[in-house]
C-alpha cells in the first residue's frame, strides 16, 4: 500500500552528475502514506489533505483510511526524492551515498542512519493498547520474533496535537483506580479482590504500590476470555440502561466504555481505561512517551516524532499480534496524574517564531515555527543535524543556496534539510506559515504554518 501511493507521485526524473547531486542538499520528498484501517478516512483525514496539499495530483479515494504519512528512511516508508533534475532514489539510499548531510555529530553518534522517524497521523478509531521497549529489550525481542519486532532498536515517540487529540497515557493516580475498583464491579471482578485490597493496602508506599499495580494489571490482562467478556457484556448493559435513564455514567467512564467496545467488542482493551489516564491534547499540545510508558491513541490528527523503529508491544485494541506477558512485565507502573504527561515546549529566545519540544533521548527534536503575516521573508536557521520540514499551513517559496532552484511550499510539501544549511522562506501577503521540523544537534523534525 506504501509503495501504490510512492507509484503515483508525480516526478520528471533528468539525470545529473554524482559529483553535482552530492552540491545539492535542500530538496522536496514525496512520502509514504500507511492505510491502517484505524485511520481517518478520505479527505476527513488530514493525513491525506496534506497529501493533497503537496500534490494536487494525487487520488484520495472517499472510502479508504488515511492513518500514517512517514517522513523519512525507515526501511517500510523510505521517502523518494522529489525533484525533476536528480535521478530517482529514495531518502535512505541518498543518506547512505552522502552521510555528511547528517551532519558530522549524527552521523558518528547514529552510524550514518537518519536517527528520527517523523509522521503526521490521523486517528478515528482507537489504536492498540501498547508500550515500546527500551534499547535492550528492543534488540531482545527482534533477535528472537524479527517477525513481529522488525527492529533492533528503541522507540521513544512524542506526539503533538494538530486537532483534538486523544489519548490514553500511564497509569492513573491511586485514588482514581481505587475509586473504579469501588464504582465499576465488573472491573473488580477481573482483578480480583486479593489484587484489589493489596493495592489498596499499599496506597502511600511507592515501591509496594508499584508492585500492587502491576499484580492488578497483568491479573487483569490475562483472565480467562469467558470471564471477561461476561463482565465486559453486563458492564455495556448497565452503563446503555443507565444513559438511556437519563443517568450520569462519567463515574463508570461509560461514553469512553461505550465507545471502545463499539469499536472493539469482546476486547480486553475496553477495560484498561481504569487504569489509564485519558488525556485530551489541543493543538499545540504535546505528550512524550518514553520507554516502557503504556498508551493508546484513540482519536484526532497529531505530529509524531520518535526514534527511528518501528518496534511496538501490544495487548488490547487491535486485530494485530499481541503479547501480554511482554507488555505486563516491561510496564513502568508508576501512577501518576494526567497534567504530568503533558510535554511543554518553549518559545526560542533569539527566535519567537519558533517553539521547541526538546524531549530527554538524543534521536530527536522538535520545532514548531509559526510565522505571521506581517513576515514575509523568513530564514530557518542552519543546525548542525539533518531535519525535515513540513508544512501545515500557508504558502511560500523556499530558496536556498543548497537547493537546484526554487521551491513552491504549501501546506503537505516536505523538504529535507541537510546539516549546516539554511533555507529562507518568501511569504505571499495574507499568508500565515505554519511549518513542523525534525531535528537538531539532537535531530530536528519541524513542522510549521507560514
Not at 507509484?7 to 547531486?21: E, F, I, P, Q
Not at 552521510?99 to 558530522?104: D, I, K, V
Not at 499495580?213 to 483472565?223: A, G, I, P, S, V
Request: one cysteine or more; charged letters at 20%; glycine letters at 8%.
Amino acid at each position: 500500500m506504501a509503495r501504490d501511493w510512492l507509484a503515483g507521485c508525480d516526478v520528471t526524473y533528468v539525470t545529473v552528475s554524482v559529483a553535482d547531486m552530492a552540491e545539492v542538499k535542500v530538496f522536496p520528498l514525496c512520502c509514504v502514506v500507511q492505510n491502517y484501517a484505524w485511520g481517518k478516512v478520505g479527505l476527513d483525514s488530514e493525513v491525506a489533505r496534506l497529501v493533497l496539499g503537496g500534490d494536487p495530483q494525487a487520488l484520495i479515494e472517499e472510502a479508504r483510511p488515511y492513518a500514517e504519512l512517514w517522513m523519512g528512511a525507515h526501511p517500510k516508508g523510505d521517502a523518494l526524492i522529489k525533484d525533476n533534475r536528480i535521478s530517482q532514489r529514495t531518502l535512505g539510499q541518498w543518506i547512505a551515498d552522502f552521510p555528511g548531510c547528517l551532519g558530522s555529530k549524527v552521523k558518528d553518534t547514529f552510524h550514518g542512519q537518519l536517527p528520527f522517524l517523523f509522521k503526521v497521523l490521523s486517528v478515528k478509531t482507537a489504536l492498540s493498547i501498547q508500550a515500546h521497549p527500551n534499547r535492550e529489550l528492543a534488540a531482545r525481542l527482534h533477535a528472537q520474533f524479527p517477525e513481529h519486532y522488525p527492529d533492533n532498536n528503541h522507540k521513544p515517540e512524542m506526539a503533538i496535537a494538530l486537532t483534538q487529540f486523544e489519548g490514553l497515557c500511564g497509569f492513573r493516580p491511586m485514588d482514581e483506580i481505587l475509586g473504579f475498583l469501588k464504582k465499576v464491579p465488573e472491573f473488580r471482578a477481573l482483578v480480583g479482590n486479593e489484587a484489589a485490597e493489596e493495592l489498596q493496602s499499599a496506597d502511600g508506599d511507592p515501591g509496594r504500590t508499584s508492585l500492587a499495580l502491576k499484580k492488578c494489571f497483568t491479573r487483569m490482562m490475562n483472565c480467562e476470555k469467558k470471564l471477561f467478556v461476561d463482565q465486559l457484556n453486563m458492564l455495556v448493559k448497565r452503563i446503555s440502561e443507565e444513559e438511556a435513564a437519563g443517568k450520569d455514567t462519567s463515574g463508570s467512564n461509560g461514553e469512553l466504555l461505550l465507545r471502545l467496545h463499539s469499536q472493539y467488542p469482546g476486547d480486553i482493551g475496553c477495560f484498561s481505561i481504569y487504569f489509564l489516564n485519558r488525556i485530551l491534547l489541543q493543538p499545540g499540545e504535546a505528550m512524550f512517551l518514553g520507554a516502557n510508558e503504556p498508551h493508546a491513541y484513540l482519536s484526532g490528527d497529531c505530529v509524531e516524532c520518535m526514534a527511528c523503529s518501528d518496534n511496538t508491544v501490544r495487548a488490547g485494541l487491535t486485530p494485530k499480534y499481541i503479547d501480554v506477558d511482554t507488555l505486563c512485565e516491561m510496564l513502568n507502573y508508576s501512577p501518576a496524574p494526567v497534567s504530568a504527561k503533558l510535554f511543554p515546549c518553549v518559545q526560542d529566545n533569539a527566535d519567537p517564531c519558533v517553539y521547541l519540544y526538546d524531549p530527554p533521548v538524543p534521536d530527536f527534536t522538535i520545532m514548531r515555527v509559526q510565522i505571521p503575516v506581517s513576515a514575509r521573508q523568513y530564514t530557518v536557521s542552519a543546525l548542525d543535524s539533518a531535519g525535515i520540514l513540513l508544512v501545515i499551513d500557508g504558502e511560500a517559496v523556499a530558496t536556498s543556496a543548497a537547493a537546484l532552484s526554487d521551491i513552491t511550499l504549501t501546506p503537505g510539501s516536505v523538504l529535507f534539510i541537510s546539516a549546516n544549511e539554511s533555507v529562507s522562506l518568501q511569504q505571499p501577503c495574507k499568508s500565515r506559515l505554519i511549518v513542523g521540523l525534525g531535528q537538531r544537534a539532537a535531530p530536528v523534525s519541524r513542522f510549521g504554518s507560514v
